[in-house]
């Protein structure tokens, strides 16, 4: 059987009826993902409120689960463990309001991750709105945590609020974190600056998440010929949400002021050879072992270009078995047996 004939615009209302398909879809998974953190909390809410009032002990939770799963078989999340999660995370949230808003947005095995690992509420708020901004999923959720992003986001030096016009400064300057943990390599005593670039691209994945959300991969030792000279740039991204090209330069010991006009230079190649018409100005990161900001603030404060100066660290994340922790180097070994090359 032939398909019917259709109008011309017909191809038009399909995809604006899927759209709004999946529009309904998204919102009735929020609605619903919102409707169990709220029953959430009032559940573990009442049981504060009994055990306060009345001493209710872990034997009543135990036995309040049983009682929940026979009446509510087809339910899961009523095992004493959950409704003890529920308590700690009505203990967390006392002010119901404050769920209603975008703590009901995100999933409940991210709130069990912000109530295990986080005691400050302020915190807990600023990841759990990260979470949404940047859809993070539990892990990656578990893995900014144990790093302290909420301490390093924004802290690099730069000279953004002179070089870049607003907002876009600011923006980028939120894009940038100091220090920059290297925490998934192990590298060895021997290891030299490019091994330490091809480490970071073997490992562009974690990479790419301790870089931060929109930053795209773009290549290492990437080649640029001026005046018949050729230029290698160590490691260059995309920034998705800045719409510019952003530079990395590894830099094996502390920040020197030359180091910024290299990347000054760097930049205006950049810019001239590979930016489009549509893109922002290029951005620059000097990522170093140590860096002074006084050392840092006078380097940067000629450069015309956009620059920013961080710290990068390799150190062992506090999951890593302990029968292999002081296996791996420290920082301070590798700049004592190598120098910086260039």
């Not at 009682?67 to 409704?83: I, V, W």
């Not at 000054?264 to 950049?270: H, I, K, R």
Request: hydrophobic share 40%; glycine share 6%.
């Amino acid at each position: 059987m032939s398909l019917p004939i259709v109008p011309e615009d017909y191809g038009d209302l399909v995809l604006e009826i899927k759209e709004r398909v999946r529009s309904a879809r998204l919102r009735a998974t929020l609605a619903a993902n919102s409707e169990l953190v709220l029953l959430y909390w009032d559940i573990g809410h009442s049981i504060l409120e009994r055990q306060g009032r009345e001493g209710w002990g872990s034997k009543v939770i135990d036995r309040l689960a049983m009682d929940l799963k026979t009446e509510f078989p087809d339910m899961r999340g009523f095992s004493p463990r959950n409704l003890k999660y529920m308590r700690a995370f009505a203990a967390a949230w006392p002010d119901r309001t404050i769920v209603q808003g975008p703590l009901a947005q995100i999933s409940w095995y991210h709130h069990i991750a912000l109530v295990e690992r986080l005691d400050s509420p302020e915190t807990r708020l600023w990841y759990a709105r990260k979470v949404l901004e940047h859809g993070w999923s539990r892990n990656v959720l578990a893995l900014q945590i144990e790093t302290g992003l909420h301490a390093r986001e924004g802290n690099a030096a730069t000279n953004f609020a002179s070089a870049l016009p607003s907002p876009q400064s600011d923006l980028a300057q939120q894009a940038l974190k100091d220090p920059y943990l290297f925490d998934f390599l192990t590298l060895g005593a021997s290891v030299k600056e490019r091994e330490l670039e091809q480490a970071l691209v073997d490992h562009i994945q974690r990479f790419l998440i301790e870089m931060g959300a929109g930053f795209a991969f773009a290549g290492r030792q990437v080649h640029l010929e001026v005046e018949g000279k050729d230029y290698y740039l160590d490691l260059l991204f995309y920034h998705l949400r800045l719409r510019c090209f952003v530079v990395v330069d590894l830099k094996v010991g502390p920040f020197k002021p030359e180091y910024a006009g290299k990347m000054n230079f760097y930049l205006s190649a950049v810019d001239d050879l590979m930016r489009h018409r549509d893109d922002e100005p290029t951005i620059g990161l000097l990522l170093c072992q140590e860096r002074d900001r006084v050392t840092v603030e006078y380097a940067l404060r000629g450069a015309g270009k956009p620059i920013g100066v961080a710290q990068w660290q390799i150190r062992l994340v506090q999951s890593l078995p302990a029968r292999l922790k002081g296996q791996l180097p420290e920082p301070e070994e590798i700049a004592k047996l190598l120098g910086d090359p260039r």
